[in-house]
């Protein structure tokens, strides 16, 4: 089955810029799609075929994939930002898959 | 816009069936661009993918090997909305259960609000 890895936690001051990493089991990651979740609220996509971004979100949130890692980089990090965020690919054997999530706390 | 509407008890006792409703405003259940899946989140917080259907000139269902045995997930075109039946819940499946929408790119873009769904004697 198709497994993705993500740090448990990152800690960012404002208006610094984080970096939330996400890897796959296998050879090269297949296309990533990043949500935000707000406490108490449903996922919200922010980025989506790795680099994306829906109509609506902001430009500090960035995209990129490299081998079998994709990372989600928020820029200028504003306290509105704190948040869990999930990696998700579709894969032929595991159908949608999410990754464990981040905690981004802003300090 | 897409809207889409939860809706079903949030209590439940072992071994009893839960089901969930999610209508959908915005995009039809039949549309032959969109799959209606239904996903839940664990207490912890991981995001479980439970299934979905779809229509292709045929109705199409696929299920998460880990509850395939229990679950069925079912259009309703007549009321635009598809359902979640889960057998034989166990406290395991006390979760929040999300319905959501993959459009013809093939993640989940629009989301419910969620049910938080509690299985205790």
């Known amino acids: 089955s198709y497994v993705l890895t993500q740090p448990p936690s990152v800690s960012v001051a404002p208006g610094k810029t984080a970096t939330i990493t996400c890897g796959g089991n296998k050879n090269a990651i297949k296309s990533v799609h990043w949500y935000q979740q707000k406490t108490g609220q449903a996922p919200v996509l922010v980025v989506y075929d790795d680099a994306d971004r829906p109509s609506g979100i902001p430009e500090r949130f960035s995209g990129s994939k490299s081998g079998n890692t994709a990372t989600l980089t928020i820029s200028g990090v504003e306290a509105g930002d704190e948040a869990d965020y999930y990696c998700q690919v579709w894969d032929s054997t595991s159908d949608y898959v999410f990754g464990p999530g981040t905690k981004v706390a802003v300090l | 816009q897409v809207q889409l509407q939860q809706s079903g008890p949030g209590l439940l006792k072992p071994s009893q069936t839960l089901s969930l409703t999610c209508a959908i405003s915005g995009d039809s259940v039949s549309s032959n661009n969109a799959a209606w899946n239904w996903i839940r989140q664990s207490p912890s917080g991981g995001l479980e993918w439970l299934g979905r259907?779809?229509?292709?000139?045929?109705?199409?269902?696929h299920y998460a090997v880990s509850v395939k045995s229990r679950i069925t997930i079912n259009p309703d075109t007549s009321k635009n909305q598809f359902s979640l039946q889960l057998n034989s819940v166990t406290p395991e499946d006390t979760a929040l259960y999300y319905c959501a929408r993959t459009g013809s790119s093939g993640y989940p873009d629009y989301w419910g609000q969620g049910t938080l769904v509690t299985v205790s004697s």
């Open positions: 259907t779809y229509y292709r000139s045929k109705w199409y269902r």
